[in-house]
């Protein structure tokens, strides 16, 4: 439980203060190898993500979600998606459960 409070933090420190984003949008992600989809299910976005090799995982709903943010966690580590910009991208950041971040990549929908 203190861990998801350490994550919430820092998540919160990513966001800008002042700026308004909008809901994550379902659908694909793509970039750096990676991609996301985003589905909506009884009103919590799940995630579904996969690297190059196809190897995904999948998580039914977000552990935390603000201004257009969705933090979820699976085995000690987050999976977190953050709004750039107003083209619908999205950057995804995997981190171990210390904060380190394993992964930092940049996501442009998919048409």
């Avoid at 919430?8 to 002042?18: D, V, W």
């Avoid at 977000?62 to 943010?69: E, F």
């Avoid at 999205?90 to 904060?99: A, H, W």
Wanted: with cysteine.
């Amino acid at each position: 439980m203190k861990r998801k409070g350490k994550v919430r933090r820092y998540i919160s420190n990513l966001l800008m203060p002042g700026i308004c984003f909008s809901l994550l949008e379902a659908g694909t992600y793509s970039g750096g190898g990676y991609t996301v989809t985003i589905e909506w299910h009884n009103g919590e976005a799940s995630y579904r993500g996969c690297n190059a090799k196809n190897q995904c995982i999948e998580i039914v709903e977000p552990s935390w979600h603000h201004a257009g943010a969705y933090t979820w966690e699976n085995k000690g580590y987050c999976y977190c998606m953050t709004p750039v910009g107003k083209r619908g991208d999205y950057r995804l950041r995997v981190m171990n459960e210390k904060g380190q971040t394993l992964l930092r990549v940049l996501l442009h929908p998919v048409n």
